[in-house]
């Protein structure tokens, strides 16, 4: 079934968001950090410590900021190594790599609603996502993959999953999430989404099945 015949059955169209790491996609991120560690000259503490431990990367997924090319050159200030753009995307694209069974289901998603993806990413990522992750491409269209920073806040703070919802037209009832982490997906269900905590491709196609079902039987 379509997702025009869902809409049909109840005047709207159900919206699957799915996470990108550990869940549609392994992230390799020590490879990542392998990487920035040549280009640096720092070790992977010093590395990690400049950028990630100090709350910068937490605060540009969460939109700040809002420019890919201030959040290179913040980046770059920071770790104090030039990286070229090119450079940032093309060694996040080769640590993350995609799991085809999660892909499936993500198709079985697009076949009853909408799908489209919310990952905890800063706005460069954000501008490249049908690059680190080219095979949802085909799935969901590149307009509806999406790094948090674009919302203006970050996974689990319940304001980027309202944002979302606004963003699609859709109401929480109507509305599916996907994560690895309990955190995440608690956020989204604490303003009405229904949330699934991913442990594998099996049991998230079940629960897409399992939401699709439920909402036919509400019609």
């Not at 869940?23 to 490879?31: I, S």
């Not at 590149?142 to 674009?150: G, L, V």
Request: proline letters at 4%; zero cysteines.
């Amino acid at each position: 079934m379509r997702s025009s015949y869902w809409g049909r059955l109840r005047g709207v169209t159900l919206l699957f968001v799915f996470d990108m790491d550990d869940v549609l996609y392994d992230y390799d991120w020590r490879a990542r950090m392998q990487e920035l560690t040549l280009i640096t000259g720092h070790d992977l503490h010093e590395l990690r410590r400049r950028w990630w431990i100090s709350g910068l990367e937490w605060e540009a997924e969460a939109g700040e900021p809002s420019d890919p090319d201030e959040y290179l050159r913040r980046v770059t200030e920071v770790i104090g190594a030039p990286v070229s753009r090119e450079e940032w995307v093309r060694i996040r694209s080769e640590a993350t790599h995609a799991r085809p069974a999660a892909l499936d289901a993500v198709r079985r998603a697009a076949e009853v609603g909408r799908v489209a993806l919310l990952t905890n990413n800063g706005i460069l990522i954000h501008h490249h996502l049908h690059e680190v992750a080219p095979e949802l491409v085909p799935i969901m269209g590149r307009e509806h993959m999406h790094a948090s920073a674009s919302f203006g806040a970050r996974k689990p703070d319940p304001l980027v999953f309202e944002r979302v919802l606004a963003h699609y037209g859709a109401a929480a009832a109507d509305t599916f999430f996907a994560d690895d982490l309990v955190e995440n997906v608690a956020g989204a269900e604490s303003i009405g989404i229904t949330g699934h905590v991913y442990t594998d491709a099996g049991l998230l196609l079940a629960a897409i099945e399992s939401f699709a079902a439920e909402a036919e039987d509400a019609a």
